[in-house]
């Protein structure tokens, strides 16, 4: 059996050991920032050993790390590991600067490491058999790629935390947190890169207030409590171009009540329509013109917690068989991490340039 470490000891974390604990690859080993997280961490899912020394996670006995940390602590990780010669499952953003991002793929490529970025949505059941109509059975070119992805966790009254801190989460939110499982999937669907874009980032509470028990609530004058600034944009409108001339575009949102965790995606091809969207995640729809829909369902009972259990899976099938040539080409590597940094990277220099197209350099 291989020996794993998780590095982190967030919700995320408990998301990759619940995965693992079902492909029966139990984390020997946690790392997280304080003893008391890394302790009550290793005890509440019976880990053998805790640490607050990512050093303890280098020796030969471990094969393969998670790391479920901030973004602002990806790099250093992956490429401290990357030397020790471990398989890397990194969850994304790979990292928060697109030039350190090809520079972390390229590392991956020539250690032979198998590295995965933790873009999960793509291992929805019904998002991989909607590519397989895409790319080989629904012919015909994809000319328009559009949706959405919207989310209500930062609608205020919400908790300050550190993805609002540009030190450790970065300077954009909605595009890196959310926006870039989109970006992954329309090109993991279509087959086609995303190669320039023009974009609007909305910044609609800068100023916030924080209440004692530590929940921002938009600024008033004369209201209560410590005054915090936020940079990062809570929605994003965005439009694409794809390599062989599709258009696109996709509304991102992290401050929409009743929007708990949607996606929605719609490929237009010439001779036919697909879509999907995550609440009602099993299945996909063809539409030719003349015929009726058809709504194709692809599995049951699979939930987001559920792609996370797909991936892993995917991550470890990949390590002990090397030559499963489906399952490499479903999982998302560094060198899709590294061009989603590039998509996200050119995305905040659009904004910063009044959305005029801006190419992707990747």
């Known amino acids: 059996m291989l020996k794993t470490a998780i590095i982190g000891a967030g919700g995320v974390a408990e998301l990759h050991v619940a995965a693992m604990k079902r492909l029966d690859v139990s984390p020997a080993l946690v790392a997280a920032a304080t003893e008391d997280e890394a302790r009550s961490f290793a005890e509440r899912f019976r880990i053998p050993e805790w640490t607050t020394d990512i050093e303890r996670a280098l020796g030969k006995e471990i094969e393969a790390v998670h790391l479920c940390t901030p973004p602002s602590t990806h790099g250093e990780l992956v490429r401290t590991f990357l030397e020790y010669g471990k398989h890397i499952y990194c969850e994304k953003p790979l990292c928060l600067d697109a030039e350190e991002a090809a520079q972390l793929a390229r590392k991956a490529r020539a250690a032979g490491s198998v590295c995965a970025v933790g873009f999960n949505v793509r291992f929805y059941p019904a998002c991989q058999e909607m590519r397989r109509a895409v790319q080989t059975d629904f012919s015909g070119k994809p000319a328009l790629i559009h949706g959405s992805y919207l989310q209500s966790f930062h609608a205020m009254p919400a908790p300050y935390q550190w993805r609002y801190d540009p030190e450790v989460g970065g300077r954009m939110r909605a595009v890196t947190e959310i926006g870039s499982h989109w970006l992954d999937l329309a090109q993991f669907i279509s087959g086609l890169k995303i190669t320039a874009v023009s ?154 340039r009044d959305s005029k197209w801006t190419p992707v350099q990747a």
């Open 199 to 352: 974009a609007k980032l909305g910044r609609f509470f800068p100023k916030r207030r924080l209440t004692p028990d530590g929940m921002m609530v938009p600024f008033t004058p004369d209201g209560v409590g410590k005054v915090v600034q936020v940079d990062s944009e809570d929605a994003a409108a965005i439009n694409l171009c794809f390599e062989n001339g599709a258009m696109g575009c996709v509304a991102l949102s992290e401050i929409s009540p009743g929007r708990d965790n949607r996606i929605s995606i719609e490929v237009t091809c010439s001779d036919g329509n697909l879509w999907w969207n995550s609440d009602a995640k099993d299945v996909f729809s063809i539409a030719k013109k003349g015929d009726p829909v058809l709504a194709k369902s692809a599995g049951f009972g699979t939930g987001f917690g559920d792609t996370f259990y797909f991936l892993i899976r995917a991550f470890y099938e990949a390590i002990l068989n090397p030559g499963a040539a489906e399952t490499r080409r479903l999982l998302p590597t560094f060198e899709d991490g590294a061009r989603n940094a590039a998509i996200c990277a050119a995305i905040e220099e659009s904004d910063r």
